[in-house]
């Protein structure tokens, strides 16, 4: 399990200068020591911690063979989830796990709704890095024509 914390900043070019300083000290190649007190001085100074949820990494991938419950022409599915009192996560109630979507998309699901800003701070890539890079299976964008609907 891990933790995602969320850290404001009244002070945007504070809040920038925290992001740069943390991915200087992330890179492998560039990492001195004191871009890391850097970063710890400008969110002690400038930075309020808001919250620390858990995030999980572990999910379920029990084969769900549940009730058949009639609603009208079709067949819902039905397996039981429960809610987890300490964490706050539905989980099965077979595994205690949560949904395996839940996992994987945990960072997208907290931020719907608002735009990501990271992207302005990144340094643009090379098209050769970028071609380089292959994209997960979820972010691919599927266009919908009017005569699939």
């Excluded at 890179?27 to 858990?54: C, H, N, P, Y």
């Excluded at 009730?67 to 077979?94: A, C, L, M, N």
Aim: hydrophobic share 35%; glycine share 4%; proline share 5%.
């Amino acid at each position: 399990m891990a933790r995602a914390v969320l850290i404001t900043f009244r002070d945007n070019d504070a809040a920038e200068a925290f992001v740069k300083k943390v991915w200087e000290v992330q890179d492998q190649d560039s990492s001195t020591g004191r871009a890391t007190i850097e970063a710890g001085l400008l969110v002690a100074a400038k930075g309020k911690i808001e919250w620390m949820i858990a995030r999980p990494l572990n999910s379920c991938y029990c084969r769900i063979s549940p009730k058949r419950i009639k609603k009208g022409k079709f067949d819902q599915s039905y397996e039981p989830y429960h809610r987890t009192q300490r964490f706050g996560w539905f989980v099965h109630s077979k595994c205690n796990k949560p949904n395996r979507f839940v996992v994987r998309n945990f960072i997208n699901n907290l931020h719907v709704g608002w735009n990501d800003l990271l992207d302005e701070l990144r340094e643009p890539k090379s098209e050769v890095e970028q071609e380089a890079l292959p994209r997960p299976p979820y972010e691919e964008i599927v266009h919908v024509s009017s005569s699939m609907l």
